[in-house]
């Protein structure tokens, strides 16, 4: 009894308090709608961020992680706060101002995306009434009902051709900025050519990205397209989360979306645990193709070589190599696609579809407070309309959830961008991530690697103290200085890696200085032959005047007649006849031979007239008095040559020599050509007499046989 009389008032208390809640209902309606809005924000946007990796985890993703170079530091991908970060840089880039045309897009988008949920809302109302209307047997409410959906169709299905149309002018628009600012800076050239030539120091000065082609045409192509629908599929379903259960809300009653809410949190927590990290095996996925994609462009490059050594056999075998660790990764998130998918599917679909049938059945099998009995048809309605409701906040719900794999998608595809563009950047700093040679950690190299020299404009060329390191750290010279004034042509020599290439690189603005000073023009007033030529897509026109347009030449206030006597000073004015004038495009250089080629880079610096021309064996494969000719037009235009070559015809053409002992030192001097070639000659002659010395040397003991053999007789 004492027992009973202390649960009185308890009880008591529970009534009162059920009749207080009763009375003010629909202010405590409100409260929960309002904390459904903030739940549903908050929750999303803390859902957005990395789940900790458990660690297990840990050990098999790492085995899994991108690297960006030999030395094989990973590249975080996750959907974390520097997955934002790195965001948030590129959309400033897309995305440049409020004005701007993809901001307008984007608004569209929005409004589109807005309009689309207010006619689900009204579709979904109409559909409880076009059942209800057939459970009442009443026709002509029926046939009012149809007629609305009908018309109710022209809409929804504008906006959702819309919806499709913008999204992809949207991609469109961002792969557009991006791209232009990518080319931008991967091809442009800073104020003094210092900075510029990325496209050069990314494939020789640093490890971190080798297949820039994938990068700039393929990366930025899907980075584009998924963060176009990255925000239709996360704005919208959002949104629809939002209105839809505010409406089943009203329907049902704020308690049963309340419990509703805790058991699919319940089940998308384990979802979200049991989802793998499907951004790093996008950018994986982005890498292997890379790397398959840059083995067939080398087979291509390097076909005449291959062809010549019959290496076919080790290229296929390379080939397969990449193709099979490439396949091995995708069938591996194949798989985990797939096992991921039947379980998402169970949860979302199956799981919370029999949650939202429960909570249809409440005002079926509980009487609201506040709400008078209704009829059949009414309920019927009721029932068909929360169930539309209930399926579009599910299939929303589920959008949501879905759209963790494609942020993580989208992550993946972000730090592929994010590196390119930082890469970019740090290279144009200076900064390069190259991996170097075993020596380069040795004291002495390891201070000239820290050193950074000064670079001076000038007309003429001075080196005071500069040493010539390599990418990879190699210091083939430790000092190196000599000065050559204009019309003081230089001839250099070598054995073959002793630095002759390298001093070329440092004159181009292409290599960065160790230290020392470097006195020259800009690199605009360099123009360098090789031994083989590159030569442009484009028109016979094109290949002499490259890297300007015709309306550069005409600009310049040079005529085709021009051109042709250019090309008749190294014997190549007939082509334009053979090959069918100036404006025929062919690929040069298949259509043209070694030496011709030469003659056409000739050509072009005869066009250009530049202060100095490095040239790099450019006359090995022309006639010695062609070379004559050429070397001598070069002079008459007031260009200085700086000359690779061990042709002893060349050197009666230069003044000055500056010759390499492959060991690190070197030897800058005057060049006496006819001292040097009689030298030349008399080592010849002697070197042709020692060879014949073991010849007498065998005569003589012959001679001496037979002199013996004599006497004896």
Known sequence: MALL?????????????????????????????????????????????????????????????????????????AVDAVFYQRLSTILRIVIPSIRSKEALLLFMHSSLLIFRTVISLYVAALDGKIVASLVRAQPLQFLLNILK??????????????????????????????????????????????????????????????????????????????????????????????????????????????????????????????????????????????????????????????????????????????????????SNVLTRRWWHGCVEEGIVKWLWGSFGLCICAIPVFFRIPGVHSIDLGSRTEGFVTNRRLLLSSSDAFGRVM?????????????????????????????????????????????????????????????FENVPIVTPNGDVLVKSLSFYVKPGQHLLIVGPNGCGKSSLFRILGGLWPVYGGIVRKPPASQFILIPQRPYLSLGTLRDQVIYPDSKADMEANGVTDEELLSILAVVQMDHIVEREGGWDVSREWREALSGGDQQKIAWARLFYHKPKYAVLDEATSLVPPEMEGMMMDHATELGITLLTVSHRPSLWKYHSMILQYDGQGGYVFTKLDADKRLALQQEK????????????????????????????SA
């Not at 009534?15 to 908050?42: E, S």
């Open 684 to 711: 010849e002659a002697l070197e042709a007499k020692l060879l014949e010395v073991p010849k007498m040397k065998a005569r003589l003991e012959e001679l001496y046989a037979a002199a013996e053999a004599e006497r």
């Open 402 to 462: 879905y759209s963790y794999k494609d942020l993580s998608e989208l992550a993946g595809y972000t730090a592929r961008v994010a590196l390119l563009l930082d890469t970019m950047s740090d290279v144009r700093k200076g900064k390069f991530d190259k991996a170097l040679v075993s020596s380069a950690s040795t004291e002495e190299h390891a201070k000239i690697l820290r050193g950074r020299g000064q670079i001076i404009e000038s007309d003429e060329i001075q």
């Open 149 to 330: 959906w009908l018309l109710v169709a022209i809409p929804a299905t504008w906006t959702n051709s819309w919806l499709s149309y913008v999204q992809n002018k949207l991609a469109l628009a961002y792969r557009t900025r991006l791209t232009d600012e990518v080319v931008k800076q991967y091809l442009g050239d800073g104020a003094n050519g210092q900075n510029g030539k990325v496209y050069y120091k990314m494939a020789n000065l640093d490890d971190r990205i080798k297949n820039p082609d994938q990068m700039i045409t393929h990366d930025i192509q899907r980075f584009s397209t998924h963060l176009a629908a990255i925000y239709a599929n996360l704005a919208k379903p959002v949104l629809d989360v939002i209105l839809y259960n505010y409406q089943l809300s009203q329907n049902v009653g704020a308690e049963g979306l309340l419990v509703l809410t805790v058991l699919v949190q319940g089940s998308a927590m384990l979802l979200r645990a049991l989802t793998p990290p499907f951004g790093l095996y996008t950018a994986l996925s982005a890498q292997l193709s890379g790397a398959f994609r840059h083995t067939h462009s080398r087979l291509a490059e390097f076909s005449e070589e291959i062809a010549f050594f019959g290496g076919e056999e080790t290229e296929k075998l390379l080939i397969e190599r990449e193709y099979a660790g490439l396949v091995k990764h995708e």
């Open 5 to 77: 009389s202390t649960l009185r008032p308890t009880k008591a208390h529970v009534a009162k308090a059920a009749q207080f809640y009763v009375a003010h209902r629909p202010i405590f309606q409100r409260g929960l709608n309002v904390a459904f809005i903030l739940y549903v924000l908050g929750t999303t946007y803390s859902s957005l961020l990395s789940r900790p990796k458990k660690p297990s985890d840990k050990g098999k993703e790492k085995a899994l992680e991108p690297t960006t170079g030999d030395n094989k530091k990973p590249h975080r991908v």
